[in-house]
Nanobody, 122 residues
Framework: QVHLVETGGGSVQAGGSLTLSCGTA?????MAWFRQAPGKEREGIAA????????YYADSAKGRFSVSQDNPENSLHLHMNNLTSDDTAMYYC??????????????????WGQGTQVTVSA
């Protein structure tokens, strides 16, 4: 019943920018972006706590990526800048039913989108 849909993926050259969006049916206290490249673990990129707007970023995303939430549309966004080939992955939007202890860990989240592919060419 609850589902998330990611959009905005595509191909971009290194150094470029891309913005991903996640459409949600409801508001959640925590929402996050993850990514997974072939042969690699799913990696938490950015998360946001809806109550006070606190954001969390992986080291790989700090200074380059920005997560935001748009209400009342219940949309989550990931603004990505200065992209490199290492950013190539399937990007997923996720949401939590309630409080999470570690916002960038996949196991903390209940609902997931289908993913959108981001490919960065060097």
């Amino acid at each position: 019943q609850v589902h998330l849909v990611e959009t905005g993926g595509g191909s971009v050259q290194a150094g470029g920018s891309l913005t991903l969006s996640c459409g949600t049916a409801s508001r959640f206290p925590y929402m996050a972006w993850f990514r997974q490249a072939p042969g690699k673990e799913r990696e938490g990129i950015a998360a946001i706590f809806d109550v006070d707007g606190t954001t969390y970023y992986a080291d790989s995303a700090k200074g380059r990526f920005s997560v935001s939430q748009d209400n009342p549309e219940n949309s989550l966004h990931l603004h990505m800048n200065n992209l490199t080939s290492d950013d190539t992955a399937m990007y997923y939007c996720a949401s939590s039913l309630g409080w999470v202890r570690r916002p960038l860990l996949p196991d903390e989240y209940t609902y997931w989108g289908q993913g959108t592919q981001v490919t960065v060419s060097a």
